[in-house]
């Protein structure tokens, strides 16, 4: 499994393109030249990077819906609306698609950060937002989703 790691502070230009931060560029070489999708959110307001390899896999999960059942279907439509496939340009940056970079209310300044084996990409004031929100739920949610006594043997404490 893909995995990546670090949160990095960056500014788009008027065009829409981002320069990749180094640290985060060494870590996604391997996969870059196969490209990428991005597409909206489904939680937050923001964008998703799936290297291509990833986007493929959760594709054959989702392929395997009964397109025949309505709820199934209109989770594939709206999962999949906006969605692109861009790539790094030899400059080292990533074009944001306008229509996306409206969604997710980017402007200027942005926060890219690493969300295990995609890129979440942020307007720097609604990742700080969201943040900041939930650092008093965080311990709750840590202890919900991580604290399962049943994952000790998994490594998972």
Do not use: H
């Not at 400059?91 to 084996?117: C, H, Q, W």
């Not at 943040?131 to 311990?139: K, P, T």
């Amino acid at each position: 499994m893909f995995n990546l790691i670090g949160t990095y502070e960056c500014k788009a230009d008027v065009k829409g393109r981002v320069m990749v931060p180094i640290a985060l560029k060494k870590q996604i070489t391997p996969v870059s030249t196969q490209g990428f999708v991005i597409k909206r959110a489904v939680f937050q307001p923001c964008l998703e990077l799936y290297p291509m390899e990833e986007w493929r896999l959760l594709m054959e999960k989702m392929g395997k819906l009964n397109r025949f059942n309505r709820k199934n279907n209109d989770f594939i439509r709206r999962f999949t609306a906006g969605v692109k496939t861009i790539e790094i340009d030899a400059a080292g940056r990533l074009l944001i698609p306008k229509n996306l970079s409206s969604f997710a209310g980017i402007d200027k300044e942005i926060v890219i950060s690493s969300a295990i084996n995609i890129i979440e990409i942020w307007d720097k004031n609604k990742y700080e937002q969201a943040i900041n929100e939930a650092a008093s739920d965080f311990a709750d949610l840590a202890e919900d989703v991580m604290g399962d006594v049943s994952d000790v043997d998994n490594g998972v404490s």
